[in-house]
């Protein structure tokens, strides 16, 4: 069913300030880049369609965009040259079609802006011909759009900066740049913004001065949290929203009974699955699209990388790097080792300072250690390779493609040869830390 709501998010800009050759809505907080943050935000608000107004590095914005709309109607419309935000929405209104009921507009650099806030903006345009701005108080609104009220406290427009009187730039009351538009009136309203102004560019801010000048009502809703509105348009600004976004990733998975000893130090990125009593120790990083059970211990110094699995009850240590492995129940890598392509069994011992030599200078191969096995310390596995059920290699143990050791075999030495007399049945679980 239709929501009556489309999303247009513009991100053309080339975000000058962060002084990087990447385009600004494609640097990454928390493993997601910001334009799929604020994808995330539009899709939050179940809407017909989403357009994103691309510029700079158009095709990989495009991509990245189109990617987190998922399914939803997703159109990616290219501004060039750049003449401002109301050039941006008039670039993007064709895609918008005849009738796009309410028109959200969002901008491509603030990935901290929460569902709710927007879902109250919405809701203060419930009249029809209704445009909802959202705005905050700062102490320090410099660089940013003024709002102006009349003396009975109504809205009479928006003033830019550059084009503000030094008493209209003593206003704290800032646009924060989202707006929720009715968006027939809108469609009207477009063709009739002028560049006549400082920067010589057409201002989406001069929009809701016509719904004044119309007679519409213009309804500003302000932000209850500060911290959603801030944008990112230097790398400390990224490094602040990180940081913000952060707390709220830790603060979910504790609320969902993760133990977390150090969130200072703890970094979790977005899209990681954590399952209810695991315990997170410090100075630890797990990086998107990690899945760790119940019950589990990681840290501290630990890294899990992408493609990581831990079932219930695994637990990995200091100076441990995984990526791409699944680590079995109960099974445990407790100090200085790398799990790379691997599939690792239940009750398995990877010893202090294992490595799975993954990666032969062209492809990555896979490894996968059985059941009750028990990986010697600093043992090298070459990979392609398996070690059964049972296994036990030596400390130091090189086992190259060649070994095949059968399940319960004790393996040795350099490269690693197969010893006569200890053959053994695969073995009980024994207790952490034994060698
Ligand atoms: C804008 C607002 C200002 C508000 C501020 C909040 C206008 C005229 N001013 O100013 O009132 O306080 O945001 O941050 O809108 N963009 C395009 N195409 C363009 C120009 C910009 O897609 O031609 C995109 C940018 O990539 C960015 C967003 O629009 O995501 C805002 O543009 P920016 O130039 O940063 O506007 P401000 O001057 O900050
Ligand atoms: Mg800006």
């Known amino acids: 069913m239709s929501s009556g709501v489309s999303v247009v998010i513009l991100a053309a800009g080339k975000g000058t ?41 158009a095709e990989d914005v495009e991509r990245v965009a189109r990617e987190a709309a998922g399914e939803r109607e997703f159109h990616a419309v290219l501004q060039e040259p750049q003449k401002g935000t109301g050039h941006a929405l008039q670039i993007a209104a064709p895609a918008l079609g005849p ?89 009207a309203d477009l063709p009739k913004l002028e560049c006549a102004n400082a920067q010589g560019e057409y201002y989406l801010t001069d929009l809701p001065g016509l719904a004044v000048a119309a007679g519409r009502p213009v309804h500003l809703v302000e932000l209850e949290d500060p911290e959603e509105g801030q944008g990112v348009n230097t790398i400390a600004h990224l490094a602040e929203a990180r940081w913000a976004m952060q707390l709220r990733i830790l603060e979910r998975h504790m609320d969902a009974g993760v133990s977390i000893e150090d969130p200072a130090t703890t970094y979790i990125a977005s ?34 990388r992408r493609g990581t699995v831990l079932a219930d009850g695994a637990e990995v240590g200091n100076f441990t790097e995984c990526k791409n492995t699944t680590l079995g129940e109960n099974s445990k890598a407790k100090h200085l080792a790398y799990l790379g392509d691997a599939r690792i069994g239940k009750r398995t011992n990877i010893g202090a300072g294992t490595i799975f030599a993954n990666y032969d200078g062209k492809t990555k191969h896979q490894t996968v250690v059985g059941d009750d096995a028990f990986v010697g310390s600093g043992t090298i596995i070459i990979a392609p390779n398996s070690i059964p059920d049972g296994v036990t290699t030596g400390a130091g143990a090189v086992v190259t493609r060649s070994a095949k050791p059968a399940a319960g075999e004790t393996w040795v030495g350099m490269p690693a040869r197969r010893m006569e007399s200890k053959t053994r049945e695969p073995r009980e679980p024994r207790e952490n830390g034994e060698r």
């Not at 809505?25 to 539009?42: F, K, P, S």
């Not at 345009?125 to 003396?151: C, F, H, K, M």
């Not at 990681?272 to 997170?280: F, H, K, M, N, P």
């Open 17 to 57: 300030r962060m002084k990087s050759a990447r385009p600004k809505v494609l640097h990454e907080l928390c493993g997601r880049t910001l334009i799929a943050w604020v994808v995330d935000q539009a899709c939050a608000l179940d809407p017909d369609r989403i357009i994103v107004v691309v510029g700079e590095g």
């Open 99 to 187: 009738s796009p009921g309410r028109v959200v507009v969002l901008y491509g650099d603030m990935p901290l802006l929460r569902a709710e806030s927007l879902e109250s903006l919405l809701a203060a345009t419930d009249d029809a011909q209704a445009t909802a701005i959202l705005t905050v108080w700062s102490d320090d609104p410099t660089g940013y759009g003024r709002i102006l009220r009349d003396e009975h406290g109504a809205f009479r427009g928006i003033v830019e900066e550059k084009d503000a009187s030094p008493e209209e730039r003593d206003i704290g009351e800032i646009n924060l740049g989202v707006y929720a538009f009715a968006g027939e009136e809108l469609l």
């Open 271 to 304: 899209g990681v699955a954590i399952g209810a009593g695991t315990r997170i120790l410090p100075l630890t990083v797990i990086e998107g699209g990690v899945t760790i059970g119940a019950g589990c211990e990681v840290g501290p110094f630990t890294r899990l």
